[in-house]
């Protein structure tokens, strides 16, 4: 596939950015942040699929739908931190384990050419910052708080299965986790 075949793949992928967008204002504004969020991942979870049925899905796209989820996810942390300072320290261990997954995920791709494919423990620690950033939204600083440690632990804990498979070949040039 050529570099101008990628095109619509990363457009399209590219194009859940404005959601995260979207969602920090709500969070920022102390409006609900529900529908936003469940926007978001629904696009997250339907773009890749929609790829995938045409086959159009790419190691560069699925690298782009890496760097687009965190890149959502710091900026949705940012509205909550504006919003909550107070919940500082769980938002700095998601961001951490948030750039030690991409690390792990880049050097695995350095130096084996494979792209990382999350799994469950990807997607249970994205639903549980997503509960945090959707807490963010309400007047409860302690609901926050606890929403937060209980996300930053879940984040933390399901962070170590991106060692799983590190720098070994994986069939179908894709490290799934």
């Given at each position: 596939?050529?570099?101008?075949?990628?095109?619509?793949?990363?457009?399209?992928?590219?194009?859940?950015?404005p959601?995260?967008?979207?969602?920090?204002?709500?969070?920022?504004d102390?409006?609900?942040?529900?529908?936003?969020?469940?926007?978001?991942?629904?696009?997250?979870?339907?773009?890749?699929?929609?790829?995938?049925?045409?086959?159009?899905?790419?190691?560069?796209?699925?690298?782009?739908?890496?760097?687009?989820?965190?890149?959502?996810?710091?900026?949705?942390?940012?509205?909550?931190?504006r919003?909550?300072?107070?919940?500082?320290?769980?938002?700095?261990?998601?961001?951490?384990?948030?750039?030690?997954?991409?690390?792990?995920n880049?050097?695995?791709?350095?130096?084996?050419?494979?792209?990382?494919?999350?799994?469950?423990?990807?997607?249970?620690?994205?639903?549980?910052?997503?509960?945090?950033?959707?807490?963010?939204?309400r007047?409860?600083?302690?609901?926050?708080?606890?929403?937060?440690?209980?996300?930053?632990?879940v984040s933390?804990?399901?962070?170590?299965?991106?060692?799983k498979g590190?720098?070994?070949?994986?069939?179908?040039?894709?490290?799934q986790?």
């Amino acid at each position: 596939m050529n570099s101008f075949q990628e095109i619509p793949g990363i457009t399209l992928t590219m194009a859940r950015y404005p959601l995260a967008e979207y969602v920090a204002k709500k969070v920022k504004d102390r409006e609900s942040a529900t529908l936003g969020m469940l926007a978001l991942i629904t696009a997250d979870i339907y773009d890749g699929k929609f790829l995938r049925r045409f086959n159009a899905d790419t190691p560069t796209r699925r690298v782009a739908d890496g760097v687009v989820d965190q890149i959502s996810i710091f900026r949705m942390g940012y509205a909550v931190y504006r919003q909550h300072p107070e919940v500082q320290l769980p938002l700095k261990l998601m961001a951490m384990r948030a750039l030690a997954v991409g690390a792990i995920n880049l050097a695995h791709y350095l130096k084996t050419g494979e792209v990382t494919k999350g799994g469950k423990c990807q997607k249970v620690s994205n639903l549980a910052i997503a509960a945090c950033i959707v807490s963010a939204a309400r007047d409860s600083e302690s609901q926050v708080r606890q929403v937060s440690w209980i996300a930053a632990g879940v984040s933390a804990t399901t962070g170590l299965a991106s060692l799983k498979g590190f720098g070994k070949q994986h069939d179908g040039k894709i490290r799934q986790l």
